[in-house]
T-cell receptor, first 114, second 116 residues
Framework: AQSVTQLGSHVSVSEGALVLLRCNYS??????LFWYVQYPNQGLQLLLK??????LVKGINGFEAEFKKSETSFHLTKPSAHMSDAAEYFC????????????FGSGTQLTVLP | GAGVSQSPSNKVTEKGKDVELRCDPI?????LYWYRQSLGQGLEFLIY????????KSGLPSDRFSAERTGGSVSTLTIQRTQQEDSAVYLC??????????????FGQGTRLTVV
């Protein structure tokens, strides 16, 4: 069984501040981990994914995430928030990497304050 | 098309009516997935197609839900005798054939279903 917990359904940061969105997972096997972003009235867009190898993963729009096995975490960060980053972010885990076995977290709504 | 297309974008229906939701995947993507996103909840997997067959229907919540795919392309999700708890955003995604290392799933913009 696998599950994903996103801490904080709403996060607000000031423009230019650090963005930190938290994700913890549970999985019976080494997981594949994903972050997706959903802008209003749009579908999900893949930000980044962890498969194997380097634990620090860089994605689009300046986001990155670090896989920490000991903490079962895959937190998403961005050094400096931009107004255009306001969206909902979903962390997901998959046993096999297949999209049919993705388990999503409940999402975190990011607000960027001017 | 350039991306995954879903129609309608919004649907309001009366309780007890049947609805059909359509998904046009990216050309060449043989894998297709339906998810449901309920208010305040994460995405819930419904069904997976590989070509025209559905090897995994484990997420369909009841026998009122069914889906088909024709020509290895367009898929239709049908909900019969809709209930208020069916209100949600229904997302479709497609990807390259299973077996390609970690094929990325591309999502459509979703159909927002409201049952009144």
């Amino acid at each position: 069984a696998q599950s994903v917990t996103q801490l904080g359904s709403h996060v607000s940061v000031s423009e230019g501040a650090l963005v930190l969105l938290r994700c913890n997972y549970s999985s019976s096997v080494p997981p594949y981990l994903f972050w997706y972003v959903q802008y209003p009235n749009q579908g999900l867009q893949l930000l980044l994914k962890y498969t194997t190898g380097a634990t620090l993963v860089k994605g689009i729009n300046g986001f990155e995430a670090e896989f920490k096995k000991s903490e079962t975490s895959f937190h998403l960060t961005k050094p400096s928030a931009h107004m255009s980053d306001a969206a909902e972010y979903f962390c997901a885990v998959s046993r096999t990497g297949s999209a049919r076995q993705l388990t999503f977290g409940s999402g975190t709504q990011l607000t960027v304050l001017p | 098309g350039a991306g995954v297309s879903q129609s309608p974008s919004n649907k309001v229906t009366e309780k007890g009516k049947d609805v059909e939701l359509r998904c046009d995947p990216i050309s060449g993507h043989t894998a297709l997935y339906w998810y449901r996103q309920s208010l305040g909840q994460g995405l819930e997997f419904l069904i997976y197609f590989q070509g025209n067959s559905a090897p995994d229907k484990s997420g369909l919540p009841s026998d009122r839900f069914s889906a088909e795919r024709t020509g290895g392309s367009v898929s239709t999700l049908t909900i019969q005798r809709t209930q208020q708890e069916d209100s949600a955003v229904y997302l479709c995604a497609s990807s390259q054939p299973a077996g390609v290392l970690l094929p990325e799933a591309f999502f459509g913009q979703g159909t927002r279903l409201t049952v009144v």
